[in-house]
């Protein structure tokens, strides 16, 4: 299965995903060119936005599966909600994580 690309100026999940991005520590930089980085919070590198969001989900799922939650799918694009069992975006399962709530 192809891991989708994520536009971070799209929409509500590009939306959800910068913000998801910040609380983790990562800082957006813009160069000359226009192109945009995000800096890492450890090491100051500067990743492009397709790494960044890997990163992110990697550390987030890890995170996810501390709390219960589980993957839905082998590509792990929706997770269960341990509470209810309702599915969720990973991004959006990771920011209800981060923001304490029980779905």
Do not use: I
């Amino acid at each position: 299965m192809r891991e989708r690309r994520w536009n971070l100026h799209d929409g509500q999940e590009g939306a959800a995903l910068r913000q998801l991005l910040e609380d983790a520590g990562f800082r957006r930089v813009k160069r000359g060119s226009g192109k945009v980085y995000w800096e890492e919070p450890e090491s100051g590198r500067l990743l492009s936005e397709e790494a960044a969001v890997k990163r992110l989900r990697k550390e987030g799922e890890r995170r996810l599966r501390e709390a219960g939650w589980e993957p839905s799918d082998p590509g792990g694009g929706y997770w269960s909600s341990p509470e209810s069992g309702r599915l969720y975006p990973w991004y959006a399962a990771l920011g209800l994580l981060n923001a304490g709530e029980s779905p």
